[in-house]
């Protein structure tokens, strides 16, 4: 039984900024890397960025050098800080958390940015 709350979505001005939470709680053990998702209308979901447990981090090339990934293992915490939105950044964010080889997620925050 584990759960992931994503929280910070909402609408912003194109050139604003949202940052992201997710915190996973629950029946956790340890989580080996959290990850940040987006999936737009009649788009495939994709990566946005990564953190392993180590903090390597990763990012898609659309949003490198705008987005942060970060997290706080103590609190079993990611969270994405977003700056420069644009509005092909408009999409339903999606945490989520390895553990174990298994994948768990949100339930997915709303992200939409008005030209």
């Known amino acids: 039984q584990v759960q992931l709350v994503e929280s910070g979505g909402g609408l912003v001005q194109a050139g604003g900024s949202l940052r992201l939470s997710c915190a996973a709680s629950?029946?956790?053990?340890?989580?080996?890397?959290m990850a940040w998702y987006r999936q737009a209308p009649g788009k495939q979901r994709e990566l946005v960025a990564s953190v392993t447990r180590g903090g390597s981090t990763n990012y898609a090339d659309s949003v490198k050098g705008r987005f942060t990934i970060s997290r706080d293992n103590a609190k079993n915490t990611v969270y994405l800080q977003m700056n420069s939105l644009k509005p092909e950044d408009t999409a339903v964010y999606y945490c989520?958390?390895?553990?174990?080889?298994?994948?768990?997620w949100g339930q997915g925050t709303q992200v939409t940015v008005s030209s």
């Open positions: 989520s958390a390895r553990m174990r080889s298994r994948d768990y």
């Open positions: 629950g029946s956790i053990f340890i989580i080996s890397a």
